[in-house]
Every structure is written in structure tokens, then in C-alpha cells.
């Protein structure tokens, strides 16, 4: 969730879609998201939603900014999503608990909102559950009732292995628990298991960086992600870098870096299929591919976003009005959007060029094809059938990942 959401329109007071976002609505995917607002300190380099207790008043916050009252408003909101969706029977194929920490409410709250989305819903036959959690917020017993409870894949914010590139980060977690936290998971009988990386903090070597791929390898995971450090206006990294005390990210050693990471990921068995993703064959993340294919998702929680049928909109950004809203029978959605065709033909180049499968061509338009041919002579793009179908696919190649952005404005002209 950015820390700027664009400016939109007013959402109902009732959360009410318009009958073209609706039609169609039990045909297509449909997801759940659910931000979980609280972390136990702030991360000096993120600039999500989130907020320490501290900040929301500790013990005497009020209902919807205490942990201990969070998940009664995200239940409220689900249930909100049923009205609003109406009857059309689509089960759930994808539920994601983000944050922030979702690990640091008690599991049988995490629990609880799932069921929720089941009772209200349904969940599809083999539907992916996934929770983030940071590798020191998670007990074996807690990882117990999650599975028992029907979460099915776990998501570890690792980031790095190497003590002095967590101290820049600021993340609090013992890199030596990290082994230890995935064979819990794997006892506790999750067969999905994914580790978050994050590679060019100010001081971090190439070695350090191969140190935290082949750790993270170690662990046998079934997904990695691999994300480059973005220094975010307003966070208490930019402000270092403005400061001159840590380095900005650079962009020759961010490439370096994504090439390491490739060549290491792939030789343990992981392919990409996203840009910054790889996975054992079967085990890409549902959840985030429908994001990548604009599919229908609902984000409960406070500055949550959510799409469905061309329309987006995102909630109000602090718990406390947020969880007020719902206590009051209201929308805590904040603006909206509608998406004219144009604006999800634009998108759809702006996300499914980031996948193996890559982009149809027949999503582009006489610019995007005209830069084409360049494009493979740069040898950024293989382009054609490419097992895509008569209308054939643009895909990147690895050099075209480094470039992926430059890529997307070539092929929007």
C-alpha cells in the first residue's frame, strides 16, 4: 500500500459497486487481502500502512487500534463484502494476511477472519492461505493452530542473513532463527514456504548477498522473493540518505546482484516466473498472480486497496475511523476509481510484461508494436507464438528484467 493513494472519487456510504463492475463477478477469480496494520518497530526503509503500539496508543487505543479488538472490524468487513458482492456464488481461490505483522495478533484471530471469508464465501478446493510473519513473531504452537485453522502457506520476512545489512534495515530478527522457523513450519505440516529477500543496503557486498541466496537455499524453500531496496520519500531511510550517513542503492550493483540472484536461484531449482519471484515448479503464489492479471481481489483492512469488475478503491488509512465506520454499519472505503478501458489495457502492459508467460501482443497498440522489433534487437524482448497462442506473447529475457520498467514505457509508446 503506498503512503500517497491517488485521488479518486467518493465511495458509497454503503460500499455500493456499480452493476458493470458486478457483471461477470462468478466467472472471474476472486481473492481476499487482508492488512494487518500493527508491527512491533518500524522498519527504517517501509513506507506501508503499518504502525507500532506506541504510535496508536498502547493499551488504551481504541477499538480497531488494539490487537486485541483488530480482528472484530476485519470481520465486520467481510461480512460488508458479502453485501456488497451480493449472491453470486464464487468461492475464494486466493486469501493473503499482509501487514505489517499479521503474526502479531494471536493465531485464533487470524483464524477467525478466515473462517469469515469461509462462512460468508466459501473457499475454493485447494484454495492458497497464506500469512506473512517475520521469523522471530512465530511460536511452533502458533504455527500449530494456523495450519490446524486452514492456512496452507507461510511467507518469512527474511530480507537479509548478515547482521550489520539487518542493523542498516533495521529489522530486529535473528538470522540464526531462520532455519529453525522453517522446519516448524514444515512440522507443523505447511507444504508452502516462501523467503523475502531484499539486496542493495548501503555496505552490503556481493558476498554478503550470495551469503543470504545460498542461507535462504539452505532452507529448501518452495518460493523466493527477491526484492531490490527502493528508498521511499518519508521514511526514516530516505532521511539517512538525504543526510548523507548510508548510501542510496546503486543501480550498476543492483544489477549485478539481480544477475546473482538468477543464476543462484535457478541452480537450486527455482525458476522465476515474476521479475522479483522464483518458485519450484507449482508453487508460484496464487495470491500475487492476481494481482499481476488485474483479477477481482478485496483488501479488508485500513488503506487496503481493492479491484473488482474495472473498479478500484482503498480504505481510510488509520485503524481508529476505520474500524468506527464499520461499528457504524458503513464503507470504511475511502475514494474510488473506475478503470475505462483504456487505463486496464495500460495496466495489463504495466503488470503481465513482468511474467514469464508474458504479454499477449494483441494487448498492444500500433506504438507498442512498432517498438517491438528494437526491442528484440536489444535483445530486452523475445517476441511471437512462444507456446502463447495465434496471437503470440512479448517476453522478457533476463537482461529485459533489469530494464522491465524501461521496457513498459517502450511498449506504451
Known sequence: ????????DPVPVDGALPASALAGLGERTLAFYVHVPFCRVRCGYCDFNTYTATELGGPSAPPGASRTTYADAAVAEVRLARRVLGDVDRPVDTVFFGGGTPTLLPPEHLVRVLRAVEDEFGLAPGAEVTTEANPDSVSREDLDVLRAGGFTRLSFGVQSV?????QVLERTHDPAR???VVADARAAGFDEVSLDLIYGTAGESLADWRASLDAALACAPDHVSAYSLIVE?????????RRGEVAAPDEDDLA???HLADEVLTAGGLDW????NWSRPGSECRHNMAYWRSDDWWGVGPGAHSHVGGVRWWNVRHPAPYAERLAAGRSPGHERELLDDEVRRVERVL????????LALDVLDGDGREALPDLVRRGLVEAGPLDGGPAGRVVLTREGRLLA???VRDLLG
Open 1 to 8: 500500500m503506498p503512503s500517497t493513494p491517488p485521488p479518486g
Open 162 to 166: 548478515v547482521p550489520h545489512v539487518l
Open 178 to 180: 531462520v532455519p529453525g
Open 233 to 241: 520519500d518519508g521514511t526514516a531511510l530516505a532521511r539517512r540518505v
Open 256 to 258: 549485478d546482484k539481480y
Open 273 to 276: 516466473y515474476e521479475v522479483s
Open 351 to 358: 503488470l503481465e510484461t513482468r511474467l514469464r508467460e508474458g
Open 405 to 407: 520498467d524501461g521496457v
